[in-house]
Nanobody, 120 residues
Framework: QVQLVESGGGQVQAGGSLRLSCVVH?????????LGWFRQAPEKEREFVGH????????YYVDSVKGRFTLSRDNPKNTVYLQMNNLEPEDTAVYYC????????????WGQGTQVTVAS
């Protein structure tokens, strides 16, 4: 059974930094194309933030975080990191990671989420 566990959230001042981690337990080597990060702010829909492929480490970011957020991976540890710099109050949300399925490109095996709060 696949399980994703996020950590690293917290409260910071605007302009500060946080590094989130997502550890994937029980994943088949060929079961996933990429790992993605999403976020959901209060009373808003869940928003895609970015993803990184397991093979090749290709990354993609939503425009609002480009230049501030960086994804990296440690394949032997089945871990993906989201380095968030120059945080803004608008980045306040619960951040989730999920796996992108090879078969249809959809997202599944969501983690429980980690809260990020950026104070102005």
């Amino acid at each position: 059974q696949v399980q994703l566990v996020e950590s690293g959230g917290g409260q910071v001042q605007a302009g500060g930094s946080l590094r989130l981690s997502c550890v994937v337990h029980g994943m088949s080597q060929f079961g996933s194309h990429a790992l993605g990060w999403f976020r959901q702010a209060p009373e808003k829909e869940r928003e895609f933030v970015g993803h990184i492929t397991w093979i090749g480490g290709q990354t993609y970011y939503v425009d609002s975080v480009k230049g501030r957020f960086t994804l990296s991976r440690d394949n032997p540890k089945n871990t993906v990191y989201l380095q968030m710099n120059n945080l803004e109050p608008e980045d306040t949300a619960v951040y989730y990671c999920a796996l992108q399925r090879v078969v249809d490109g959809g997202w599944s095996d969501w983690g429980q989420g980690t809260q990020v709060t950026v104070a102005s």
